[in-house]
Nanobody, 127 residues
């Protein structure tokens, strides 16, 4: 499956952005989708993940209540709605996908467990 991430940009603190991750080559059925981010000089970190079948959803603690992941079956697209953005949210955001199975529930936050990655989209939040 090929992933195309888009929607990044520059906003002021407190603003909102909506990222999109469109899949081609295969539908998201039987997959889990995650968003990760990487700030300069830091490791890639987990943001949120979502199992397409069943809808199990997880969020990193720092984004809970501010970010929301969702999916659109008809468009084969996953979204990341980001609100109340903070300067520390500045990073390149990546969407990723992996086959869904029982192991997802214990490893959803591990980037190495995702097989497919989008190209990344820059999010910059200024104070």
């Amino acid at each position: 499956v090929q992933l195309q991430a888009s929607g990044g940009g520059s906003v002021q603190a407190g603003g909102s952005l909506k990222l999109s991750c469109a899949a081609s080559g295969r539908t998201f059925d039987n997959y889990a989708v995650g968003w990760f981010r990487q700030a300069p000089g830091k490791e890639r970190e987990f943001v949120t993940a979502f199992a397409w079948s069943g809808g199990a959803t997880y969020y990193e603690d720092l984004v809970k209540g501010r970010f929301a992941i969702s999916g659109d079956n008809a468009k084969n697209t996953v979204y990341l709605q980001m609100s109340s953005l903070k300067p520390e949210d500045t990073a390149v955001y990546y969407c990723a996908a992996r086959s869904f199975g029982p192991t997802f529930f214990g490893t959803y936050y591990q980037p190495t467990r995702y097989n497919y990655w989008g190209q990344g989209t820059q999010v910059t939040v200024s104070s």
